[in-house]
């Protein structure tokens, strides 16, 4: 009986709730071979779950140690799609004034200095794929154009700042012909989208992989909505 073909391999950060955990489940049910990095593997019960060819790995992305490591535990890997989701909000009633600075530093460490790290230690593992994609969770509220009621000074910077951490990316992997795109998830309902959002996570989740997998080399560098409208910086 001849083997049967392997499917592409992805990597997913913040895998073990939301909208990592349902990319998991997602694509795993379509065959592809799944690596989903968490904080806390054993405690990753619904990850664990899901059935098809997913591997749990511990990962803090803040953590340059960890990072490292799993670059080093996956040097034989050839990674299609990269999908940095891993993020925090932090404070929720922070206000002019009242900034915390010190959450801001750690927000900033998780949700900027995170993916970069990824991207830099597992670049080699996706220019070896055939898909070649790197893509990372933002938000609408990281465009300055579509701020119009200010506030959330934290989450707002720190997504503006993967925003341009992202472009950047695109142009110094674009000799790899590494495709980087950023993918704004829509208001969900997770933990930090809340309970009164209007979107499902199964529906975001399968429009983002919609644009995903439609994604060319040219629209390296590009900010998309989860339904493919691009969005202004």
């Known amino acids: 009986m001849p083997r049967r073909k392997r499917g592409p ?12 955990l349902e990319f998991a489940r997602q694509y795993a049910a379509e065959g592809w071979r799944v690596i989903a990095t968490c904080r806390q593997p054993k405690a990753a019960k619904a990850l664990a779950a899901i059935k098809g060819d ?13 990072v490292r490591s799993l670059a080093r535990a996956l ?61 990372a969770l933002t938000s609408m509220m990281g465009s300055i154009a579509e701020n119009q009621s200010g506030g959330s000074y934290i989450y707002r910077s720190s997504k503006a700042a993967l925003n341009m951490v992202m472009k950047g990316l695109s142009l110094s992997l674009k000799s ?16 930090m989208g809340g309970a009164s959002a209007h979107l499902g996570v199964e529906e975001s989740v399968t429009s983002m992989r919609r644009v995903i997998g439609g994604l060319k080399p040219s629209d390296s560098g590009r900010f998309f909505n989860y339904d493919g409208r691009e969005i202004p910086w």
């Open 54 to 66: 997913v591997r749990i790995r511990a990962l803090d992305v803040t953590d340059p140690a960890q």
């Open 75 to 135: 040097k034989s890997e050839a990674i299609g799609l990269l999908i940095s989701n891993a993020g925090i909000y932090g404070p929720r009633k922070e206000t002019f004034g009242q900034v915390n600075t010190e959450a801001w530093h750690q927000v900033f460490r998780t949700n900027v200095m995170g993916p970069m790290m990824i991207a830099e230690a597992l670049a080699d593992h996706v220019a070896r794929s055939e898909r070649k994609t790197i893509v």
């Open 176 to 191: 790899r012909k590494i495709t980087v795109a950023m993918l704004h998830p829509g208001w969900v309902r997770t933990d």
């Open 9 to 20: 391999t992805v990597l997913i950060t913040g895998a073990s709730r939301g909208l990592g």
